[in-house]
T-cell receptor, first 114, second 117 residues
Framework: GENVEQHPSTLSVQEGDSAVIKCTYS??????FPWYKQELGKGPQLIID?????GEKKDQRIAVTLNKTAKHFSLHITETQPEDSAVYFC?????????????FGKGTKLSVKP | GAVVSQHPSRVICKSGTSVKIECRSL??????MFWYRQFPKQSLMLMAT?????????EQGVEKDKFLINHASLTLSTLTVTSAHPEDSSFYIC?????????????FGNGTRLTVT
């Protein structure tokens, strides 16, 4: 079945620096790739998503890139702030492309030091 | 934006009792809801897919008689953990989408922390 690998598992950056989290997926039929931010004790919040018909998407300090050939996608956070500290999950839709069945990466704990 | 409400946020129960968790879509009709389980410092594992008006589809290894799912309306799905045991202690999260299509992102509830003593 679909497998999503996420790296790194932990990431510590200084406030103002950039953070990059990378994911790879195995199912070539996947066409939807969301990123979620999860704060302690809360459910995941969708922060950005990208579909397979585009290679890059940006929303203020957050951007996501997708390389369909290599089957990897990345989250880029610029000008990081302490409130960006959280666990970030990438995901890809599995089961032959059904958008509802998301397969999650193992998560990246991002710490932004003031 | 789309809001998914989950209740309760925390519950402590004794071993052998049953616990019901509710998941509601507040501003949209959710034809499909998903139930996930998350262990500490781990990722989300899909337990089952709940379709309004039909039986839920369970992932491999998830006991359907243990985790009862009911999706009786377009805004409410419930997960009942029956005869709970300490190993059922976990963070349970639901998600919902209006229409599972190319433009329908999933939104998650804030989770339910279940502790079985």
């Amino acid at each position: 079945g679909e497998n999503v690998e996420q790296h790194p598992s932990t990431l510590s950056v200084q406030e103002g620096d950039s953070a990059v989290i990378k994911c790879t997926y195995s199912d070539s039929a996947s066409n939807y790739f969301p990123w979620y931010k999860q704060e302690l004790g809360k459910g995941p919040q969708l922060i950005i998503d990208i579909r397979s018909n585009v290679g890059e998407k940006k929303d203020q300090r957050i951007a996501v890139t997708l390389n369909k050939t290599a089957k990897h996608f990345s989250l880029h956070i610029t000008e990081t702030q302490p409130e960006d500290s959280a666990v970030y999950f990438c995901a890809a839709n599995g089961r032959g492309g059904s958008q509802g069945n998301l397969i999650f990466g193992k998560g990246t704990k991002l710490s932004v030091k003031p | 934006g789309a809001v998914v409400s989950q209740h309760p946020s925390r519950v402590i129960c004794k071993s052998g009792t049953s616990v019901k968790i509710e998941c509601r879509s507040l501003d949209f009709q959710a034809t499909t809801m998903f139930w996930y389980r998350q262990f500490p410092k781990q990722s989300l594992m899909l337990m089952a897919t709940s379709n309004e008006g039909s039986k839920a589809t369970y992932e491999q290894g998830v006991e359907k008689d243990k985790f009862l799912i009911n999706h009786a309306s377009l805004t409410l799905s419930t997960l009942t953990v029956t005869s709970a045991h300490p190993e059922d202690s976990s963070f349970y999260i639901c998600s919902a989408a209006g229409v599972i299509n190319y433009n329908s992102p999933l939104h998650f509830g804030n989770g339910t922390r279940l502790t079985v003593t």
